[in-house]
């Protein structure tokens, strides 16, 4: 989940949506006492902090933020010069992007500052967009409520979801999620499967935004909400 940190309320708006698009959760602040706040309720992974908030220095939410904890932080500013650049990565920055920046640039540097940090421990939560499935509590909501599955379909998608973009084989997927091979389970029962998760968790079951068909090959959980999504 990402905090975007930012008082104009203009940009703070078209980032969120652009980053909801793009299968973020992303959450909002617009000062600087409301960015530590919502930071230290611990849920997020990120902030986008801009550096001009009223309330507080930025450079001070910056050094607290570093001070209470190991939340990467990008930097988003109006100030290019390379003094300022240097003081924003010393005071802990994991990056910096002058405005005005592209969209899809900021989401290039999310990714990259979220890929560094994360050797992390497999989460029992995986979170995608507004998919979310516990894995500890055996538990998947989807915008906030909660979709029945069966055990067997909930082994199946925390298996896909957890190897996000790996394609796997219907054989592949017998022997791990039902210990089983295709001499005694038809690997039919994977199709079956899939198809059922679909329709409970895919608005367009036909153009699946997260279990996506290769053809020919398999099964892949899609990462991040591709742009134009194929089956
Ligand atoms: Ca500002």
Redesign the pocket.
Known sequence: MILVA???AGSRTATRMFLQRSGYRVGEAADGPGTLREASLGHYDLVLL?L??PGLDGEEVLARLRRDGALPVIVLTGRSEERERVRVLDLGADDYLVKPFSLPELEARIRAVLRRGQPAPPSSRIERGDLVIDRTAHRVELFDRQVDLTPKEFDLLAFLAGAPDQVFTREELLEHVWGSTQDWQDPATVTEHIRRLRLKLESEPSNPRWLHTVRGVGYRFADVEPQNATG
């Open positions: 930012e008082d104009d801009d001009g908030l």
